[in-house]
């Protein structure tokens, strides 16, 4: 069964950090990128950042560049997403999404994503 596990979010005021986990089973993971999404209230859902666990390269939206960072452990197959200097703005679910391939040059949010977490909600207050 495929799983993908996402954890780490919570309640943090602004200037605040995070670390959200993603943790994938079920499905190869070095054949595939990790990539995380958000979800603000009624907002589109929009890509963050995605690593491919092929070759470690990393992409991110230009809001969360400098300020988040992800990481991959392939031995633990879990992504890991650093939110740091937090915005009211960044209050949102985020989603971590399993796309078979890579990161696409960072074009990874214009592919449908083959597996999908339930998501973990981050608010950030003022």
């Known amino acids: 069964e495929v799983q993908l596990v996402e954890s780490g979010g919570g309640l943090v005021q602004a200037g605040g950090s995070l670390r959200l986990s993603c943790a994938a089973s079920?499905?190869?993971?070095?054949?595939?990128?990790i990539v995380w999404f958000r979800q603000a209230p009624g907002k589109e859902r929009e890509g963050v950042s995605c690593?491919?666990?092929?070759?470690?390269?990393?992409y991110y939206a230009d809001s969360m560049k400098g300020r988040f960072t992800i990481s991959s452990d392939n031995a633990k197959n879990t992504v890991y997403l650093q939110m740091n200097s937090l915005k009211p703005e960044d209050t949102a679910v985020y989603y971590c999404?399993?796309?078979?391939?890579?990161?696409?040059?960072?074009?990874?949010?214009?592919?449908?994503?083959?597996?999908w977490g339930k998501g973990t909600l981050v608010t950030v207050s003022s």
């Open positions: 690593i491919s666990s092929s070759d470690g390269s990393t």
């Open positions: 079920g499905f190869s993971f070095d054949d595939y990128a």
């Open positions: 999404a399993a796309l078979r391939g890579s990161c696409y040059s960072g074009s990874y949010y214009l592919y449908v994503m083959d597996y």
